[in-house]
């Protein structure tokens, strides 16, 4: 379902998901109802809204990024 005003949904990677402005755009992504995926550390703390696909890498390491 779209929110009103929105004429089409994303699929949304928000890297460093667990960060402030990240968590953020997390949980607004979510709640216009787009498809999102948080991605961070391994080590990070992260909550995330129901339906958010987590997916948790080293961003500097050439085999997560091309498994991504």
Known sequence: MKPEGYDRLMKI???GASG??????V??????????T???RPT???E????VKVDRGDLTSAEFLRAW
């Open 48 to 51: 995330v809204p129901p339906g």
């Open 13 to 15: 990677a928000v890297l």
């Open 27 to 36: 949980e607004l992504a979510a709640k216009r109802g787009h498809v999102v």
């Open 38 to 40: 948080a991605v961070a």
């Open 44 to 46: 990070s703390k992260l």
């Open 20 to 25: 402030g402005c990240g968590k953020q755009l």
